[in-house]
């Protein structure tokens, strides 16, 4: 009966964190499914109910998931390696401001970046499978996704999985590993994805090291939530990304320009930011 644990712990911890977080993110992603399938089942006879009806029983999950990964619940006797591995810590009002800022920072070189990546290869289409309901059930279910997306996927990758790998390899390699992982996991999603796979790493990245500056969850899950939110309603409402000519086709453009040197500017602006934070995470540290 023990032998079970004592295998475990010989496997390397690298492959252990990857497991284990590959598994929080299943398991969320799973019942996050059965709910909507529920969801629509439950109000086949009054369509408009079933947005509502997902978000109440969706957002109970996530709560209760929540609470679990942080340490409530059975079994009492991992209740500590749970709670440290979501590291859900509060946060003063000035690292907040810094995690925000250098999150937001990043997130526009990101954006501007992505931008310069379509015009190099040819990047598919984002969104254009969107199931079609009616507008309350449509807006209800990408919020959802959005917020699930956050919390799950940050428990997950940032968390279950980045946590253990800090301590043993350091925040650099945890921080890589862990953004090829979650650039890979979304190949699950379809063959689409592949040539979105380098900007994941890089969203990836950004999240990460905001979580190991912070050592808190907290500020990646508001912008992982709200960036997901924004992309998923604008894909809603303007349609799927056009595809690009590529600069081997038409040379550089001043839109392939003008994007690089935005990504550019913010990028150094985030770099900067990011030393801010990490200034402001180590004095609070100090004083509490």
Known sequence: MNSTPGLWQRIPVLVRAVLTGLVVLFFGASVWLGILIGS????????????????????????AYWRYLGGRGWPRLTAEARRER??????????????????????????????????????????SGFPRYSALTTLCLLLGASIEAGLVEEAAFRGYMQVPLEKRYGPAVAIVVVSLVFGAAH???????????????????ILGTLAYLTNSL?????????????????????????PKVLIWQSGPDASFWASL???????????WAYGKLAVSARLEAKHS
């Open 40 to 63: 629509r089942r439950l109000t086949v006879s009054v369509p408009w109910a079933t947005g509502p009806v997902f978000l109440l029983f969706g957002f109970f999950f996530l709560w």
């Open 86 to 127: 979501l590291r859900v810590h509060p946060l003063p009002g000035g690292v907040w401001a810094w995690a925000l800022c250098a999150g937001v920072l990043a997130v526009t070189s990101y954006i501007a970046l992505i931008f310069v990546w379509a015009r190099l290869i040819h990047l598919q289409p984002y969104g």
């Open 187 to 205: 190949l699950a999603n379809g063959y689409r994805e592949l040539t979105w796979d380098l900007p994941y790493v890089l969203f990836g990245a």
């Open 218 to 242: 907290l500020p990646g899950v508001v912008l992982h939530a709200a960036g997901d939110a924004a992309r998923f309603l604008l894909v809603w409402k303007l349609g799927p990304n056009p």
């Open 261 to 271: 040197a935005v990504a550019s500017a913010f990028g150094i602006a985030a770099v």
